[in-house]
C-alpha cells in the first residue's frame, strides 16, 4: 500500500507569494494533520481535518489556512509569505482524529524555501 | 499549554556504548511517540507508549512511560553509527477530541562515532 504522499518535494517562493502544499492519506484514512519543521527544531502543529471539517488549530496566523476533500486529499495554503515561513513542512494521516485509533503516519515532507 | 522538553539536545557516543535520553512533559497524557529523523527526511515511527509503566523494545533501542512522573526515556544499547540520527519525542492531549495533535520536543541529534 502506498503510504502518505505530498507534492511538491521542493519549491522556492518569494516573499509575498502565495503556495499550495498537496497531501494524499493512506488509503483508507480519513484524518490528515499539517506540521511546520522549522530547521533545528521540532515539527509543530497547524491544523488537522477529519472528514472535511478542521478539528483542530495551532498557534499560526491567518495568513495559514487549509481544506479536505472528499478524497480525503487536502491542501494548505499559505499567503503573503514571509521569510520564517522556510521550513518543512509534513503530512500526517491517521484513520481518526481520537480514541483507539492512535497511529500517526507521517508523508515525506514539502521543503518550501521563502526569498 | 502542553511542553514538552528533551535532553541532551546533542549527544555524541561511542559505538558499543550504552546511553539514555530523557523526555519531560508537563501536562496529562496518556500518549507518547518516539520518532527517528534522518538530515533531510520525513518523521520514522519508532514507539507509541500508551499507559504508565508501558515499555517497548525494538532492537537495540528500548522506550518506556512513567505517567506519574511525565517522564519517558529513550535507552540506547550498544549503540552502532547507523543510529545516528534526530530522536524526537512527542506527547498528545488526554484521550477526547483533538488528541491527535502532537507537541513534539525540540529533538536529540545523536551522533555514533565508531
Known amino acids: 500500500d502506498a503510504g502518505v504522499t505530498q507534492s511538491p518535494t521542493h519549491l522556492i517562493k518569494t516573499r509575498g507569494q502565495q503556495v499550495t502544499l498537496r497531501c494524499s492519506p493512506i488509503?483508507?484514512?480519513?484524518?490528515v494533520s499539517w506540521y511546520q519543521q522549522v530547521l533545528g527544531q521540532g515539527p509543530q502543529f497547524i491544523f488537522q481535518y477529519y472528514e472535511k471539517e478542521e478539528r483542530g488549530r495551532g498557534n499560526f496566523p491567518d495568513r495559514f489556512s487549509a481544506r479536505q476533500f472528499p478524497n480525503y486529499s487536502s491542501e494548505l495554503n499559505v499567503n503573503a509569505l514571509l521569510l520564517g515561513d522556510s521550513a518543512l513542512y509534513l503530512c500526517a494521516s491517521s484513520l481518526g482524529y481520537w480514541g483507539q485509533d492512535y497511529e500517526q503516519y507521517f508523508g515525506p515532507g514539502t521543503r518550501l524555501t521563502v526569498t | 499549554e502542553l511542553k514538552v522538553e528533551q535532553n541532551p539536545l546533542f549527544l555524541s557516543m561511542q559505538e558499543g556504548k550504552n546511553y539514555t535520553i530523557y523526555c519531560n512533559y508537563s501536562t496529562t497524557s496518556d500518549r507518547l511517540y518516539w520518532y527517528r529523523q534522518d538530515p533531510g527526511k520525513s518523521l520514522e515511527s519508532l514507539f507509541v507508549l500508551l499507559s504508565n509503566g508501558a515499555v517497548k523494545q525494538e532492537g537495540r533501542l528500548m522506550a518506556s512511560l512513567d505517567t506519574k512522573a511525565r517522564l519517558s526515556t529513550l535507552h540506547i544499547t550498544a549503540a552502532v553509527h547507523d543510529l545516528s540520527a534526530t530522536y524526537f519525542c512527542?506527547?498528545?492531549?488526554?484521550?477526547?477530541?483533538?488528541?491527535?495533535?502532537?507537541?513534539f520536543g525540540k529533538g536529540t541529534k545523536l551522533s555514533v562515532i565508531p
Open positions: 512527542a506527547v498528545s492531549p488526554a484521550s477526547g477530541a483533538g488528541s491527535y495533535q502532537l507537541t
Open positions: 488509503s483508507g484514512h480519513k484524518s
